[in-house]
T-cell receptor, first 112, second 114 residues
């Protein structure tokens, strides 16, 4: 079974601060996805990174895929209350099934 | 498009009861899957389907059955509910299998087994 560990598990910061969330595994994934989940809703895809070392930016969010495709990070610059939510990384397996292995999640709260 | 819909939104069962969680998508997606979400454990794959008539087990399939008679529908059946099945259940679909495609999630079903 492929496991994805996220850290930190919880993060409470003030508006304007920067933060980084880590997603680590001992397994190699063909690609990695990041989702954000609001209370009472399903996860929504933010980004997919495919190539080892790839960096993608989505406004104030920067996503990086590790060179060995075993880990990833999400960096948020100048966090805002609207960034509050549960952030989940998900590794995409190889093969035709394209199964996702989800990380344990990082719950972020941004206060004014 | 309604996207991925799930019913019911909430459900309370007694131990030993059976029930079916409904999932439907109107995007003509090939790939559909069921996850359960428990605190501190992310989402765990229960069963998945790569097309009508084809299903397979995920990480935690015990106690659950699925079928895929149409492209649109992918119901999840609990045969004899147990307190360990108390969880939030999410159905998801995506267009392509074998590619890192966008998975679209339903709003979830919160199940409590007493």
């Amino acid at each position: 079974t492929q496991l994805l560990e996220q850290s930190p598990q919880f993060l409470s910061i003030q508006e304007g601060e920067n933060l980084t969330v880590y997603c680590n595994s001992s397994s190699v994934f063909s690609s990695l996805q990041w989702y954000r989940q609001e209370p009472g809703e399903g996860p929504v895809l933010l980004v997919t990174v495919v190539t080892g070392g790839e960096v993608k930016k989505l406004k104030r969010l920067t996503f990086q895929f590790g060179d060995a495709r075993k880990d990833s990070s999400l960096h948020i610059t100048a966090a805002q209350p609207g960034d509050t939510g549960l952030y989940l990384c998900a590794g995409v397996g190889t093969g035709t099934a394209s199964k996702l292995t989800f990380g344990t999640g990082t719950r972020l709260q941004v206060t004014l | 498009n309604a996207g991925v819909t799930q019913t019911p939104k909430f459900q309370v069962l007694k131990t030993g009861q059976s029930m079916t969680l409904q999932c439907a998508q109107d995007m003509n997606h090939e790939y559909m899957s069921w996850y359960r979400q428990d605190p501190g454990m992310g989402l765990r794959l229960i069963h998945y389907s790569v097309g009508a008539g084809i299903t397979d087990q995920g990480e935690v399939p015990n106690g659950y059955n699925v079928s895929r008679s149409t492209t649109e529908d992918f119901p999840l059946r609990l045969l004899s509910a147990a307190p360990s099945q108390t969880s939030v259940y999410f159905c998801a679909s995506s267009y392509h299998r074998g590619r890192p495609d966008t998975q679209y999630f339903g709003p979830g079903t919160r199940l409590t087994v007493l």
